[in-house]
């Protein structure tokens, strides 16, 4: 039998390149764009067996691409992966109304759920991010995807932007609630070396939220989010209930995943691997039909069972410990007995005869959890 999970598939040119990113990506040439679409076929067809269960594009902008391609390569990615009608099919958005005309088209291929990456709904901090569009942009788009039937929109935001206030982090969280999404996500920035934003860090690291400030502006979306009816289910994440990300979901089951593209993950029978970054590498390795260069680890004993506990952590239900007992062949208790003792003393876990979670100030500090499982000395 083939394995299921969540099929990831990136499309990685952007009409313009934001300064905090690091995402693999490149600025949009329709010729490069046409030739990479031809690599991703040619990768479909040479796929191992396998059986979506989500589909997710993501980027990049995949709505660089016209709304016809993006459609043709859902149906073939269901034609290739038997993906159940109905399931869910992601697509990440730029707000950008240039790029927002394919909603009708989107739906009637199958996608169900969209994301937009909104950043912030103040102008000045848009201009920091090195965004273009404008909040009445977002609210056009929202308006152009529920028009075309979405029912199931998510809208990312960052907080810790340089000049970001309380307030103005409030008022972008109250803009999107006016818009009354299904999900939230909500990102701390992260300083990526290599990155125009690194270089600003190195020359003004004052002009960076400190972690108290960080922390500050997290328990405000916390609260806001939680008092709007809004579920917060992992780390960076608030959902109306039943609209929980079912593909990012299986992320954090360590369940299986295909990743199709240039920089792409994939978690297949224990091993992780990831393609390479490099943008012609990935094109020419895809058209002639060869293995893709990348890098491959397989995960056993300590490094699995740690990254399996590492992602449960990140979830409001945290480690469930009968199942993780079964599925892993250890007594999760005992077999993390120092870990789970300090981080206790430290009031960052709550244990149960079922579970062990994430207090709320430790989800404040959820790096620092985390890491200390996937460190465990075993």
Same mark, same amino acid.
């Given at each position: ?25 490149? #600025?949009?040439?329709? =010729? ?129 932007? #340089?000049?970001?206030?309380?307030? =103005? ?164 208790? =005992? ?40 460190? =465990?000395?075993?």
């Amino acid at each position: 039998m083939p394995e299921a999970g969540g099929l990831y598939v990136h499309l990685p040119f952007c009409p313009y390149i934001c300064p905090y990113c690091d995402f693999a990506k490149w #600025p949009h040439r329709r =010729s490069l764009a046409e030739r990479y679409l031809a690599a991703l076929e040619a990768e479909i067809a040479a796929a191992p067996p396998f059986t979506a269960q989500t589909i997710f594009l993501g980027g990049g902008t995949p709505n660089t691409y016209a709304p016809e391609q993006i459609a043709a390569l859902v149906a073939r990615l269901r034609e290739r992966f038997g993906l159940a009608d109905g399931a869910e099919i992601t697509i990440e958005l730029n707000p950008d109304l240039a790029l927002c005309e394919g909603f009708d088209l989107y739906r009637a291929a199958g996608i169900t759920r969209a994301s937009l990456g909104v950043q912030s709904f103040v102008p000045s901090e848009l201009e920091t991010l090195g965004r273009r569009h404008s909040p009445s942009d977002v609210a056009e788009a929202m308006r152009r995807a529920r028009s075309a039937g979405f029912d199931n929109v998510s809208l990312d935001l960052i907080f810790a932007v #340089p000049g970001q206030t309380a307030e =103005s982090w409030s008022a972008s969280l109250e803009a999107a609630l006016a818009l009354e999404p299904e999900h939230i996500s909500t990102y701390g920035l992260t300083i990526e070396a290599g990155t125009p934003y690194a270089a600003w860090s190195e020359r003004e690291p004052h002009a960076f939220a400190d972690e108290d400030a960080e922390a500050e502006l997290y328990g405000i979306a916390i609260d806001r989010l939680n008092a709007a009816g809004f579920e917060h289910y992992e780390i960076s994440n608030f959902a109306r209930p039943g609209f929980r990300s079912i593909h990012n979901a299986l992320y954090w089951a360590n369940a299986a995943y295909l990743g199709l593209g240039v920089g792409a993950a994939s978690y297949l029978g224990g091993v992780r691997s990831m393609h390479a970054r490099e943008l012609n590498v990935y094109v020419t390795a895809a058209l002639a039909g060869g293995p893709i260069p990348g890098e491959a680890e397989r995960l056993e004993g300590p490094a699995r069972v740690g990254e399996a506990a590492m992602l449960a952590l990140r979830t409001v239900e945290g480690v469930e410990l009968t199942s993780f007992g079964e599925r892993y062949g250890i007594d999760f208790l =005992s077999y993390y007995e120092p870990v789970l003792r300090e981080m206790l003393g430290l009031e960052l876990l709550e244990v149960t005869l079922q579970r062990v979670r994430l207090t709320r100030r430790g989800r404040f500090l959820a790096n620092t959890v985390c890491g200390a499982f996937l460190s =465990s000395d075993r």
